[in-house]
């Protein structure tokens, strides 16, 4: 069987206490009677009874498996007369006020048979094939017994099924379970009131509608109505009836062996080969006698030739001797293996559910830490798929069903979308125009390549090649407009809308027109710009190899100033970006500079994890990071805390280029070898 523990919002309150506490057999006497499941909730707690609900299910646990000669049935309730009697103490002694704030629910289940009681406002549900079952009505309407105290009184029993799932609530929590989140007024009233009736939107109903029960379902419900469980406190239990499994005892999974192997049958044909034949001596007859000795030396001349092939025959055995101990050794090996392996995944798994425990909180932190839990069981489970060709297929079922599950965590924490088909905008011809890289200004897309003067235009269906006697490098945003660099140093602007930019003269404009051109003065020898961006104006270049990023500022009327080395000390990155700071791209990592001196540095912590970004993108306007990453087929958009917004991956993006962004940045243009294409999100 499998159980899940949600506890929901615990310590939000400081008089109310909540817990549950599963117990399965520990040894051969404690599974005659079974597995043992206890949630409590304690309201208006003073601080003598904080302890109250742990000390109540040790004194119900002791004394069930104690009595390990009765029956399930019968020690239970022998557990509740036990529990009884030690509240009765504990109100013999002045102590009342957990009385009426106390809901407890004991649930005793072994071979499917379940026995069951619950004392205050716990909801026990039975969920079977769709069906929702309220199967504590019977113990409903039990009134306490005061003298002498009895708490605990009628213990109810049934036969489940397997498929069959228990949902054990406290109060506030079936609650919420029950009503409907934006169904009819009458709907929720009706289950406000503890009916059996449940909208059809309420989270008893979704969860009976799952057509295979697991942790991951459950959670995907509970995500969906965050808000709402937000503002609760209490226990959810779920024990979903599966093949029982008690804890400590482990399904050892080993190759199947056909055939049990025999000495005997192995080497029986060739210990024939040494048995001599029987030599009877007649009476003595000289004639017969000089035929047996005719007779004995053909037989030794046979028997000698009969020596030498029992010595080819001796050295065959050693050698299947040799390979025998070789293939016994190699299974023991294997076997070895499979227990370590084994071992890894019980861990994986543990980790795995520590990070769906930590998802339900929701908050920033216990996110992060579930991210970094889901990352290390992928790491610790990616030896062993490596290894699945040699492992049984029920194992290998095992490993690929826990990594399939850790991925979906992973990219629905990481925000990760992948598409089967992205939309193809346009694709160009072989032979025609080769694009590297692009730009986009109101939406107007601009290909220019490193090998070519020309530049290529493209907005929706219209498309045409624009010949400039230029060679272009890099490329950047310029007021309205675009502004080209050519190696080592030229500086020119085109305009292709119908407007001149507000920093020239309008005189004279002609759209497409290379209008003006200036050299930049040069700021060291051998200097190579491999970025590029704009700014009020500014030009900011970024020198791989160097490690400097070099700003030239802008005096007006297209003339910029001397280069001034920006930074204080050289950094090793692969692009920037400029938004009044400049934000340069590490291998791992987001770097904030302004004036010169690092502001702050955030690690990108995502999934899949850095191998190879290779442009950054922002502009003062857009509230996002947009990183393109080639080697893992995906662009990466985040908030400029460094939090996930979006990632896009296809298998289509077999061979990114570049990338550019909407003015509203809500569109990305992808240049993925000879093909463009988009993604609104």
């Given amino acids: 069987m499998q159980v899940f523990e949600f506890h929901f919002n615990p310590g939000t309150h400081e008089d109310l206490i909540f817990e549950s506490f599963c117990y399965e057999p520990e040894n051969i006497y404690e599974r005659k009677m079974g597995s043992l499941y206890l ?75 379940l026995n069951f009681t619950k004392v205050g406002g716990m909801k026990i549900f039975l969920l079977r094939t769709g069906k929702i079952i309220d199967i504590d009505k019977k113990l409903r309407f039990q009134d306490i017994e005061p003298y002498p105290l009895k708490i605990f009184g009628n213990i109810v029993s049934g036969k ?43 989270i008893l109903n979704e969860i009976a509608k799952l057509t295979y029960f697991s942790e991951g379902g459950l959670k995907d419900i509970l995500n969906g109505k965050k808000e709402e469980l937000s503002k609760i406190s209490g226990v959810c239990l779920a024990i979903s009836l599966t093949k029982e499994i008690f804890a400590g005892r482990r399904e050892i999974i080993l190759p199947k062996i056909s055939k049990e192997f025999s000495l005997k049958e192995v080497f029986g044909p060739f210990l024939r080969f040494f048995k001599f034949p029987k ?18 030396t053909k037989e030794l001349l046979v028997r000698g030739k009969s020596l030498i092939l029992n010595k080819k025959l001796i050295l065959v055995l050693a050698l299947i001797i040799i390979l025998l101990f070789g293939f016994i050794f190699s299974q023991l090996e294997e076997k070895q293996k499979i227990k370590i392996y084994q071992k890894n995944l019980e861990e994986v798994k543990e980790k795995f559910n520590l990070a769906q425990g930590l998802l339900i909180l929701g908050n920033p932190q216990a996110k992060k830490e ?37 991925l979906e965590k992973l990219y629905s924490l990481n925000k990760l979308e992948r598409i089967e088909e992205p939309e193809l905008i346009f694709e160009f011809k072989l032979g025609e125009f080769v694009p590297q890289k692009i730009i986009s200004s109101n939406d107007e897309l601009y290909f220019f390549s490193l090998y070519s003067k020309n530049l290529f235009f493209l907005k929706e269906r219209e498309s045409k090649i624009i010949e400039i006697d230029q060679k272009i490098n890099l490329a950047a945003k310029f007021d309205d407009s675009i502004l080209f660099f ?51 104006g500014s030009l900011y270049f970024f020198d791989k190899k160097a490690g400097q990023i070099v700003k030239y500022p802008y005096l007006g009327n297209f003339q910029w100033g001397k280069p001034e080395f920006w930074l204080k ?23 904030k500079y302004y004036a010169g001196s690092l502001q702050e540095k955030f690690e990108l912590d995502i999934f899949p994890s850095p191998k190879d970004f290779s442009k950054i993108f922002t502009s003062p306007t857009l509230p996002y990071f947009y990183l393109l990453e080639p080697g893992q087929k995906r662009i990466v958009i985040l908030s400029k805390t460094g939090e996930i917004l979006k990632q896009f991956q296809s298998e289509k993006f077999d061979n990114l ?20 294409y988009k993604i609104e999100f």
Avoid: M
């Fill in 657 to 676: 280029l570049d990338f550019a962004v909407s003015e509203n940045g809500k569109i990305i243009w992808l240049l993925d070898g000879l093909k463009v």
């Fill in 279 to 296: 030599i009877r001596i007649p009476k003595l007859d000289i004639e017969a006698l000089k035929a047996k000795i005719k007779l004995c």
């Fill in 486 to 536: 050519s190696k080592p140093a030229q500086i020119f602007l085109l305009k292709f809308g119908l407007h001149p930019p507000t920093t020239l003269p309008a005189e004279g404009w002609a759209p497409g027109e290379i209008k003006k051109s200036t050299i930049l003065e040069e700021p060291y020898p051998d200097f190579n710009f491999d970025d590029f961006s704009s700014f009020k």
């Fill in 370 to 406: 579930a991210n970094s839990l889901l990352k290390e069981s992928l790491e610790k489970i990616t030896p062993i798929l490596k290894e699945t060709p040699n492992l049984p297929k029920e194992f290998n079922a095992q490993i690929f069903s826990q990594r399939d599950e850790i």
């Fill in 160 to 202: 489940l099924a397997e498929g069959d799932l228990i949902l054990v609530l406290t109060q506030e929590v079936f609650s919420a379970f029950a009503k409907g989140y934006g169904g009819s007024a009458v709907a929720r009233q009706q289950a406000s009131r503890g009916g059996d009736f449940f909208p059809e939107e309420s």
């Fill in 569 to 591: 000390k050289s950094v090793v990155g692969k692009g920037i970006s400029v938004d009044g700071s400049v934000w340069v791209l590490e291998k791992n990592a987001i770097s």
């Fill in 39 to 113: 949630v409590g909730l304690l309201k208006n707690v003073l601080p003598r009874n904080l302890r109250l609900l742990e000390k109540l299910q040790k004194s119900i646990k002791e004394k069930y498996y104690k009595s390990t000669l009765l029956a399930p049935e019968k020690s239970l309730r022998e557990s509740l007369k036990e529990a009884n009697e030690f509240l009765e103490g504990i109100a013999k002694r002045g102590d009342v006020s957990w009385l009426g704030n106390l809901s407890f629910a004991v649930l005793a289940l072994k071979n499917f048979k």
